[in-house]
């Protein structure tokens, strides 16, 4: 009787999986922004002005802020629409692990220079 | 025996919180296969749920403590610009390096690499950690959140690889130097 009293209340508080796969989908995004506007503001002269936010640190402070930035948005945002029910996660899996990889690629000087 | 301050928050940085995170994520890749392996959900209390959750916000908290020094404390004094005429380049490690052709390459490929690719870091483990405490033992019925919270702790622990590696031999090539001395020992007189 306690057993399936106890195994009623598993399934019961089961969560979705929404609020995982929106942080998931959103470090990938996040990450990928960062190589892309490594890339952007080493390609154009206005775009590496534009992202200097603190001159100490030059270009580099822009870049990693506004992709954080860009990475927060795109969480809350996913958190809300996805957060009370369950997304396809193996989709969602395979896009963020590419752009994390992806990012870990373009990162790399001589291919960030191929653009 | 002293250390200038420049040295020293190199130190704190990557000596402290950087080779720290490396330390910790293999330590979490050994803790999470024992975790996801077939029987350790049977196996694990909630104790060591809490645990892994712990766990991984320290290693968050060192990953952003490791990225903000260095980025808003020591690359300034990495890539402070030089007077015009100035001949000793030992204070300004960026310069340094690019006038000699045979450590160019290590400001070109490895700073360039490294300012970008640790920024990955703090972003995965971040997540990770979200996921470890937001479903706890709900991981048990979650196999694809289980696969990705792994492959971002062991994606992060190559980015913080690479920008540890880079860091180290970026250090020994041009150390960033400077600041106060802070005396550390007395020497006796001879």
Known sequence: MSTQFAVRQEIATVVTNGSGAAAILSAGIGSFAVAVFGIAADKSALVKNLFVFYKPTGALSGETTVAILLWLAVWAFSDWRWRKRDVSLQRINFIALVFLGLSLFLTFPPIGDFF | ?190
Request: charged residues 15%; aromatic residues 12%.
């Open chain 2, 1 to 190: 025996m002293e250390i200038t301050t420049h040295s020293l928050w190199t130190l704190v940085h990557g000596m402290g919180f950087g080779a720290l995170y490396l330390l910790a994520g293999t330590g979490a890749i050994a803790l999470l296969y024992q975790r996801f392996a077939a029987d350790g959900y049977t196996q694990a209390s909630r104790g060591s749920d809490r645990f892994l959750g712990i766990y991984l916000t320290a290693m968050a908290a060192l990953a952003w403590l490791t990225v903000l020094s260095g980025t808003y404390i020591i690359y300034p004094w990495y890539r402070a610009t030089p007077p015009p005429a100035t001949t000793n380049l030992l204070a300004y490690p960026r310069a340094l390096l690019l006038s000699h052709p045979a450590t160019k390459q290590w400001h070109l490929v490895g700073m360039e690499w490294k300012e970008h690719v640790a920024w990955l870091v703090p972003i995965a483990i971040t997540m990770a950690a979200f996921l470890a405490i937001k479903y706890a033992r709900d991981l048990r019925t979650h196999s694809q959140l289980r696969t990705a919270l792994s492959g971002f702790v062991i994606l992060s622990l190559l980015a913080a690889g690479i920008a540890g590696f880079f860091g180290a031999m970026l250090d020994k090539n041009a150390p960033v130097d400077g600041g106060q001395n802070i005396r550390l020992v007395h020497g006796e007189k001879e």
